[in-house]
Nanobody, 121 residues
Framework: QVQLLESGGGSVQAGGSLRLSCTASENTKCMAWYRQAAGKEREGVAAILSDGFTSYADSVKGRVTISKDRAQNTLTLQMNVVKPEDTAMYYC??????????????????WGQGTMVTVSS
């Protein structure tokens, strides 16, 4: 099973920027970032396929960019103009199929441990 390790979480003021990284032990057809705020369900943020196709949740479109360095097996999430409602635990995910929807891999086969993002107003 692919192993995922996130980094880059922390505290940031509203309007600022933050970059999250995830290193994978192997390449997968789909990789994505999910987040889970306190008391809420986990939701997809952004996903990317091996061919570079990307998918974003409506709540983050225009503020977030997902990218992948295939040589390094590293997934990055650049978050700009962050808002307090972006506060959540962010998880890296990997999926075995080339299918995404609304910022999610259609099937997730592995999860990272998560990294916390806190946005203060």
């Amino acid at each position: 099973q692919v192993q995922l390790l996130e980094s880059g979480g922390g505290s940031v003021q509203a309007g600022g920027s933050l970059r999250l990284s995830c290193t994978a032990s192997e390449n997968t057809k789909c990789m994505a970032w999910y987040r889970q705020a306190a008391g809420k369900e986990r939701e997809g943020v952004a996903a990317i396929l091996s061919d570079g196709f990307t998918s974003y949740a409506d709540s983050v479109k225009g503020r977030v960019t997902i990218s992948k360095d295939r040589a390094q097996n590293t997934l990055t999430l650049q978050m700009n103009v962050v808002k307090p409602e972006d506060t959540a635990m962010y998880y890296c995910a990997a999926g075995p199929y080339s299918s995404v929807i609304q910022g999610r891999c259609n099937t997730v086969s592995a999860w990272g441990q998560g990294t916390m993002v806190t946005v203060s107003s």
